[in-house]
């Protein structure tokens, strides 16, 4: 018997609903951020609404771009070394691939993975929160 994956919907403060991103643990995109910059899968909008309202093509492209939420795919070398300014090493947490995390609106550069799924390649001073192990189970 075949086992079927329920996407997950997310509601957050964008007023959207959004699909979770479904990472398999490996960099399937074709690239390697390099540098201070990771790569996300960012949670995508759904094409329908929690009350079953189809959402036009146009809106959810829109609404996926204003994502504001997703996982860590792979990061460059010099991701979360330095603080901001680059003057003294980073202290405390440092962000991993398969976090989720919690972004600044817009952030990044979107890019098609030869995988044909969409990523954002963004500086790490990008990213504001990483979801805490409680909110995970």
Not at 11 to 33: H, M, R, T, W, Y
Not at 71 to 95: C, Q, S
Not at 129 to 136: I, L, N, T
Request: charged fraction near 25%; aromatic fraction near 8%.
């Amino acid at each position: 018997m075949e086992h079927q994956v329920v996407a997950k919907i997310l509601k957050n403060s964008q007023e959207g609903e959004f699909v979770q991103a479904q990472f398999s643990g490996k960099n399937e995109s074709g690239f390697d951020p390099i540098g201070y910059h990771v790569m996300v899968m960012m949670d995508g909008a759904s094409e329908t609404t929690s009350g079953g309202i189809q959402l036009t093509p146009d809106y959810v492209e829109k609404m996926s771009l204003a994502a504001e939420t997703g996982v860590i795919v792979a990061m460059g070398d010099d991701a979360f070394l330095w603080n901001g300014d680059r003057t003294r090493k980073w202290e405390g947490r440092k962000p991993q691939v398969g976090d989720r995390i919690y972004v600044e609106r817009y952030a990044g550069k979107v890019i098609l993975g030869l995988d044909s799924k969409v990523y954002r390649i963004m500086n790490y001073e990008c990213v504001m929160a990483v979801q805490a192990q409680e909110a995970k189970q």
